[in-house]
């Protein structure tokens, strides 16, 4: 598979074209030593199928599943993992820093 | 986010040209600005500044946070010349984030060996540019020395706005440079922005010096390139 074809944005066009529904969730802010920068994307459609990362693989459990409730909703969700948080220690963001994440679904 | 608003994104990413996407984090409202597009008033300063950097983040617009993702072209540099100086340049724009390539004629210059893991292309710019274009994304490096080499690929970098412009050569040679490219009708002011002595003024003498003292100045003018659209 080519690199264009991995790009997440590139893809979320061709998914939604395809008629499937497209949730994209970009990190919007970090503290510490988050493993991906702030403007990152993942993309995620009605079936769980993913593509990109927010974290490397440490929270993108996470946001697939509330992406599955922004798809059926329709409204955006921001989200935040950190080691302070209950649920990041749950789902595993193991370097130590904080991320925030919008997700929002392509309409 | 709207299909169109991811459209346009991509499709200004696909034609290297610098996009904004502006997100109103509590209306769930997505915005996007092209590169030169005018922006309103309010956003002006956020959209010029995350332009210039690069630098996707929050920020306050009209009372309201936002968020603003940068898209900017991946920035390169199109050498002209398969010369000692641009064998030390290839070693320094990897390590500056720019991606290179080298481009000439002369095929006794222009070899792999001495040239290993570079893209070179050993063959006219004026035929190689015609499928490669050049844009504001790129920087032109001209140092063959040789005006049946240099000059087209000078007047095409100055007519595709490239935000750099560097020639070798001596006061000079760049005075008849000036001549020539007047006759094919470039404007004084297009002319002017050359980088001619080419290289930050840091007393370079070997070719690597001068190689620094160009990648320097390309960075420069990188950094401090003026973003298009931000007086509309």
Same mark, same amino acid.
């Given at each position: 598979?080519?690199?264009?074809?991995?790009?997440?944005?590139?893809?979320?066009?061709?998914?939604?074209?395809? $008629?499937?529904?497209?949730?994209?969730?970009?990190?919007?802010?970090?503290?510490?030593?988050?493993?991906?920068?702030? $403007?990152?994307?993942?993309?995620?459609?009605?079936?769980?199928?993913?593509?990109?990362?927010?974290? $490397?693989?440490?929270?993108?459990?996470?946001?697939?599943?509330?992406?599955?409730?922004?798809?059926?909703?329709?409204?955006?969700?921001?989200?935040?993992?950190?080691?302070?948080?209950?649920?990041?220690?749950?789902?595993?963001?193991?370097? $130590?820093?904080?991320?925030?994440?919008?997700?929002?679904?392509?309409? | 986010?709207?299909?169109?608003?991811? +459209?346009?994104?991509?499709?200004?990413?696909?034609?290297?040209?610098?996009?904004?996407?502006?997100?109103?984090?509590?209306?769930?409202?997505?915005?996007?600005?092209?590169?030169?597009?005018?922006?309103?008033?309010?956003?002006?300063?956020?959209?010029? +500044?995350?332009?210039?950097?690069? +630098?996707?983040?929050?920020?306050?617009?009209?009372?309201?946070?936002?968020?603003?993702?940068?898209?900017?072209?991946?920035?390169?540099?199109?050498?002209?010349?398969?010369?000692?100086?641009?064998?030390?340049?290839?070693?320094?724009?990897?390590?500056?984030?720019?991606?290179?390539?080298?481009?000439?004629?002369?095929?006794?210059?222009?070899?792999?060996?001495?040239?290993?893991?570079?893209?070179?292309?050993?063959?006219?710019?004026?035929?190689?540019?015609?499928?490669?274009?050049?844009?504001?994304?790129?920087?032109?490096?001209?140092?063959?020395?040789?005006?049946?080499?240099?000059?087209?690929?000078?007047?095409?970098?100055?007519?595709?706005?490239?935000?750099?412009?560097?020639?070798?050569?001596?006061?000079?040679?760049?005075?008849?440079?000036?001549?020539?490219? +007047?006759?094919?009708?470039?404007?004084?002011?297009?002319?002017?922005?050359?980088?001619?002595?080419?290289?930050?003024?840091?007393?370079?003498?070997?070719?690597?010096?001068?190689?620094?003292?160009?990648?320097?100045?390309?960075?420069?003018?990188?950094?401090?390139?003026?973003?298009?659209?931000?007086?509309?």
């Amino acid at each position: 598979m080519s690199a264009a074809s991995l790009d997440p944005l590139t893809l979320a066009e061709t998914w939604k074209a395809e $008629g499937r529904d497209v949730a994209i969730a970009t990190v919007i802010e970090t503290w510490g030593s988050a493993p991906r920068p702030v $403007g990152s994307h993942l993309i995620i459609d009605a079936e769980g199928n993913f593509e990109g990362s927010v974290s $490397g693989g440490c929270v993108e459990g996470a946001v697939i599943t509330e992406a599955l409730d922004v798809l059926e909703a329709g409204t955006p969700k921001l989200l935040e993992f950190g080691v302070a948080d209950e649920t990041a220690w749950r789902v595993g963001l193991s370097c $130590g820093g904080r991320i925030r994440v919008y997700v929002e679904k392509l309409n | 986010m709207q299909i169109e608003v991811l +459209k346009q994104v991509n499709s200004a990413r696909q034609a290297r040209q610098a996009v904004v996407i502006v997100t109103d984090l509590a209306a769930g409202s997505t915005i996007v600005f092209t590169e030169g597009q005018p922006v309103p008033e309010c956003l002006r300063d956020v959209v010029g +500044k995350a332009l210039q950097t690069g +630098k996707s983040g929050l920020a306050e617009a009209d009372g309201a946070q936002v968020f603003l993702n940068v898209y900017l072209p991946p920035p390169r540099i199109v050498a002209i010349g398969a010369v000692h100086i641009t064998q030390a340049l290839a070693r320094l724009a990897p390590m500056m984030n720019f991606d290179l390539s080298i481009i000439d004629p002369r095929t006794a210059f222009a070899t792999p060996e001495r040239f290993e893991g570079v893209d070179l292309i050993a063959d006219w710019p004026e035929d190689v540019l015609k499928d490669r274009g050049l844009d504001a994304y790129t920087a032109l490096v001209a140092v063959t020395h040789d005006p049946k080499i240099d000059d087209y690929p000078i007047a095409d970098a100055l007519r595709s706005r490239c935000f750099y412009v560097g020639a070798l050569g001596s006061r000079k040679t760049h005075a008849k440079r000036i001549e020539r490219l +007047k006759e094919v009708g470039l404007s004084d002011e297009d002319i002017s922005s050359i980088r001619a002595p080419i290289g930050l003024d840091i007393g370079a003498s070997s070719p690597e010096e001068i190689a620094l003292a160009i990648m320097a100045e390309i960075v420069q003018a990188f950094r401090r390139r003026p973003i298009s659209g931000q007086s509309a």
